[in-house]
């Protein structure tokens, strides 16, 4: 059964032994010296990760929220992405916003097909989907068959408008608002809007009743 | 307007799927500092313009046949773009 001839070889994945990855190893070396040299302090280190990690996806969803129940704050949304965010006190990093608003009509997808470029500030990090090699070639490519992977199919007549965010701005899909949702506040439409939804991967599921 | 096919190396932004494409300039952006520069420590400019450029998508890929309306908008810097025939 087993019968080719194994050569020698080093594992494939390099591990301390603490289970610490090649990478990690690399970095905590790297992070000891910077510290060591004085270069860096700790605790700077920490704060970074900390403002790497805290925006999420709530941040985006209350945008969205804001926008479905106010009109004339989604006319200031979609003209300048950025200070809208700042009016809700959200401090967009990257250099500019742009809410792409789908419609009846339109339906709006995001992918960086050069990398991962994401608004992290307001949705954090991306999914690793997102930073696959497969979905990056795919979504400007055969964008329908990839929404049908994530479950949406589109109608016919629906336009589809692919948003490849290579350079220096960053795109929200703004989601048309459910059906059914029209005696809904801000807080509870806040908690419809998905990540998935403000990538251009799904829509926003109608809201049911119970 | 038409994407230049320029034989630049390094850090470049725009790819090879829009290159030698006619498009539309839906949005003028800003002047941004030039990732091919940057990526080289070039930190201090010049700065270029930088566009969105919207294309069809039947016309960047040759089997596409979903639909006439589906279109692709990505960012493109002045120094990629012919105008030349506009």
């Known amino acids: ?210 | 307007m038409q994407v230049l096919d320029l034989n630049i190396k390094g850090h470049i932004r725009t790819p090879s799927y829009i290159r030698g494409k006619s498009g539309t300039v839906i949005q003028f952006c800003g002047f941004f500092l030039n990732p091919e520069d940057l990526s080289v420590g070039i930190t201090g400019g010049p700065v270029y313009p930088l566009y969105r450029v919207s294309f069809a998508m039947e016309h960047l890929w040759s089997n596409y046949d979903r639909s006439e309306n589906d279109e692709l908008c990505i960012e493109v810097y002045d120094h990629w773009l012919d105008t030349s025939n506009t």
């Open chain 1, 1 to 210: 059964m087993h019968e080719h001839k194994h050569d020698d070889h080093l594992p494939v994945v390099a591990e301390d032994d603490a289970g610490n990855l090649e990478g990690q190893q690399i970095t905590t070396a790297l992070q000891a010296l910077l510290v060591r040299k004085g270069l860096l302090a700790a605790g700077e280190i920490t704060l970074e990760i900390q403002n790497i990690e805290s925006p999420g996806t709530h941040l985006g969803a209350k945008i969205i929220a804001r926008a479905w129940t106010d009109d004339a704050y989604r006319q200031r949304l979609l003209a300048n992405g950025k200070n809208g965010a700042a009016e809700l006190g959200i401090k967009v990093g990257e250099a500019q916003l742009e809410v792409v608003p789908n419609t009846p009509d339109i339906h709006n997808l995001v992918v960086c097909t050069l990398c991962s470029c994401y608004p992290r500030s307001i949705l954090g990090q991306p999914p690793s989907w997102y930073i696959s090699k497969a979905y990056r070639a795919r979504a400007v490519r055969e964008p329908a068959a990839i929404l049908e992977e994530f479950g949406l199919v589109l109608p016919k007549g629906k336009k589809i408008r692919i948003h490849d965010s290579n350079a220096d701005l960053r795109y929200l899909v703004l989601p048309e608002r459910p059906f059914g949702t029209e005696d809904l506040d801000e807080q509870e439409l806040m908690a419809l809007v998905t990540r998935d939804s403000m990538i251009g991967v799904a829509i926003v599921a109608s809201w049911q009743k119970k």
